[in-house]
């Protein structure tokens, strides 16, 4: 069984400064994809990012980037340049590919507030 | 292109009652999967129904069921309801059930249980 886990309950940032959130996960598995989710107060769940494990390179998008550790199991959300619609909850999740069924494990998630 | 949709988007029951929740996948999307989110707490899979058959459970009780249609929309039955169900409770579909396949969720249907 997969497991997810985010240590921070809760982060605060200026707006335009970074800010770091850390998430670890357990697998047994070598493919898998590790996500991170964001889900405002509309409870939307809507997909930041993307890393595959076979990838080396780390993925960005836009702001957002990752630090993909796969020997340490680790994989951190930065976000850049804070934005006042970036408050939200952040899920890190994981995905098996061999598995049957896609389906997702989530950590507790990160409440990230941006300070004006 | 239609997102996931789901209904109703609030509910209130009681305890013992038995509720039904809705979800209309993307269009295009065969698979179905579906989640309960506890207030303060991450998603947990309860299943998956890929065309029309459970496709993977999660560690939930039998009063826990579905079904997916033809269309591949799906229901989620929570029979004899208790206060710890009260959730809230997501939808994602998504073009298969491998696990290379991107899930696109749904608002969610929130579930208060009196």
């Known amino acids: 069984a997969q497991t997810v886990t985010q240590s921070q309950p809760e982060m605060s940032v200026q707006e335009a400064e970074t800010v770091t959130l850390s998430c670890t996960y357990d697998?047994?598995?070598?493919?898998?994809?590790l996500f991170w989710y964001k889900q405002p107060p509309s409870r939307q769940m809507i997909l930041v990012i993307r890393?595959?494990?076979?990838?080396?390179q780390n993925a960005t998008e836009n702001r957002f980037s990752v630090n993909f550790q796969k020997a340490a199991k680790s994989f951190s959300l930065k976000i850049s340049d804070s934005q006042l619609g970036d408050t939200a909850m952040y899920f890190c999740?994981?995905?098996?590919?061999?598995?049957?069924?896609?389906?997702?494990?989530f950590g507790g998630g990160t409440r990230v507030l941006v300070k004006p | 292109e239609t997102g996931v949709t789901q209904s109703p988007t609030h509910l209130i029951k009681t305890r013992g009652q038995q509720v039904t929740l809705r979800c209309s996948s993307q269009?295009?999307?065969?698979?179905v999967s579906w989640y309960q989110q506890a207030l303060g707490q991450g998603p947990q899979f309860i299943f998956q129904?890929?065309?029309?058959?459970?496709?993977g459970r999660g560690n939930f009780p039998p009063r826990f069921s579905g079904l997916q249609f033809p269309n591949y929309s799906s229901e989620l039955n929570v029979n004899a309801l208790e206060l710890d169900d009260s959730a809230l409770y997501l939808c994602?579909?998504?073009?298969?059930?491998?696990?290379?396949?991107?899930?696109?969720f749904g608002p969610g249907t929130r579930l208060t249980v009196l």
């Open positions: 994602a579909s998504s073009l298969g059930s491998g696990g290379t396949n991107e899930q696109f």
């Open positions: 697998t047994s598995e070598n493919n898998y994809y």
């Open positions: 890393q595959e494990a076979y990838k080396q």
């Open positions: 999740a994981a995905q098996m590919i061999k598995a049957a069924g896609n389906k997702l494990t």
């Open positions: 269009s295009g999307h065969n698979t």
């Open positions: 129904y890929y065309r029309e058959e459970e496709n």
